[in-house]
């Protein structure tokens, strides 16, 4: 028997903190915010502290490589200690943001990934490093190679997924079979089990963009129809059953994805319920994709579930 939803208990949030990428993790933000300052050791402990959880591990280096500044406070980190492993993955992270921004040729990144995968052949990051520099400079080909061999290494890598999920929709509708495919395969208690909703809200991205669809979800009715909301009422489901259970990173993506599709399917109260859980930690993707900003985005729907709710 399907559990109630969790009770609502209204909350109100200020609109004026933007979204910051890593989401609730103190420790983490602390380690960047001392990272941005040139002090390393705070990111050494904490990614020696996270250890083989390579969910939490892709998620911080990929914080962490995103700081200013932070390829040359990786690259004097693994000259002051040379047989880093953790500093050869975060310089590979860095330069892969850099060149993904269209900083840096990607040979340079290629060539910080090959050490990092020597240094860490277990390590499925470096190959997340290369995914996230193929979603930016290649073929859905090339995504697919640096996707499996992250998941070689992490058979439900939850960043992975979604990066391939973003690539595939770009092709077609054959994101769809992925998706299925991957929460199919996954364990009953595996987060990718939503991964057929942020599949359905990829290609919408897709078709907001190249103008094939109202770039209003709501207006275009696309989590109205009977496939949306088979997927929909899914992942809420598992939602209820595993969802207060998971601690990931990955919790708060995935609590902004099933919130958009039900706020744009006309669920208000399970949306409420889910904006509640969410808090001030926004995600850029899904608000972003039509196209406006996704911190106004957000709080538009944010108000709106609550009102009605």
């Not at 969790?6 to 200020?14: A, D, E, G, Q, V």
Request: with cysteine; net charge neutral; proline share 8%.
């Amino acid at each position: 028997m399907t559990p109630p939803p969790p009770p609502l208990t209204f909350r109100r949030f200020s609109e004026g903190r933007r979204p910051d990428p890593a989401l609730d993790d103190d420790a983490l933000r602390s380690a960047r915010d001392a990272f941005v300052r040139g002090h390393w050791t705070e990111a050494r402990g904490l990614l020696l502290a996270t250890g083989d959880d390579w969910d939490r591990r892709g998620h911080r280096c990929t914080v962490l490589a995103a700081a200013p500044a932070a390829q040359a406070w990786a690259r004097e980190w693994l000259q002051t200690e040379p047989d880093s492993a953790d500093a050869a993955v975060l310089l590979a992270c860095a330069t892969a943001v850099h060149a993904a921004r269209g900083k840096q040729h990607p040979n340079t990144t290629r060539e910080a990934i090959a050490t990092a995968v020597r240094t860490a052949p277990a390590d499925p990051t470096p190959w997340l490093a290369l995914l996230l520099l193929f979603r930016a400079t290649a073929t859905p080909e090339d995504c697919r190679y640096a996707f499996e061999e992250a998941r070689a290494r992490h058979g439900e890598h939850h960043r992975a997924h979604h990066l391939m999920a973003a690539s595939l929709a770009e092709k077609g509708p054959e994101v769809y079979d992925f998706a299925t495919a991957a929460a199919e395969r996954a364990p009953a208690d595996s987060p990718l089990a939503l991964l057929p909703v942020v599949a359905h809200a990829e290609r919408f991205r897709v078709l907001a963009a190249a103008r094939q669809t109202d770039p209003d979800p709501t207006r275009a009715q696309h989590w109205t129809g009977r496939y949306a909301r088979l997927v929909v009422r899914a992942a809420f489901n598992w939602w209820l059953e595993w969802g207060a259970e998971d601690s990931g990173p990955h919790r708060l993506t995935d609590l902004n994805y099933l919130a958009y599709a039900k706020f744009h399917e006309g669920r208000m109260a399970e949306a409420a319920a889910l904006f509640q859980r969410i808090g001030p930690h926004i995600t850029p993707e899904p608000w972003s994709f039509s196209g406006r900003d996704p911190h106004t985005s957000f709080h538009t729907a944010h108000r709106t579930a609550l009102g009605t709710a």
